[in-house]
């Protein structure tokens, strides 16, 4: 089953906040957890983690130093796109409080 470019918008918001795959499945039980995974733009928090640990791993057993840039290259991309994401978070956590404070 295709996921409707509407759903798989909203399934990338919620990965862009902070929730999981696994999570996004739940919300969407008419989809199978590996269809969605395959679908979206990016991965979760959690899989952006992972990742940055499985390059970190390998950076270690990289035998070349041109193996070891491409590797801490790659770790650093996902790094700085984790940060982005977290910074969005924390702004609009921010911009939420206040609302909520009731201030301008």
Do not use: C
Request: no cysteine; charged share 35%.
């Amino acid at each position: 089953m295709s996921i409707s470019k509407a759903e798989l918008e909203v399934m990338n918001d919620l990965l862009g906040k902070g929730k999981k795959i696994a999570d996004i499945a739940k919300k969407y039980p008419q989809y199978d957890y590996r269809e969605i995974y395959w679908q979206v733009n990016d991965y979760s928090f959690l899989g952006k983690k992972r990742a940055i640990t499985n390059r970190l791993k390998r950076l270690v057993k990289e035998k070349t130093m041109e193996q070891r840039q491409v590797t801490a290259d790659e770790a650093q991309e996902l790094l700085d796109t984790l940060y982005k994401q977290l910074k969005h978070n924390s702004e609009m956590l921010i911009e939420i409080d206040r609302i909520l404070r009731g201030e301008k």
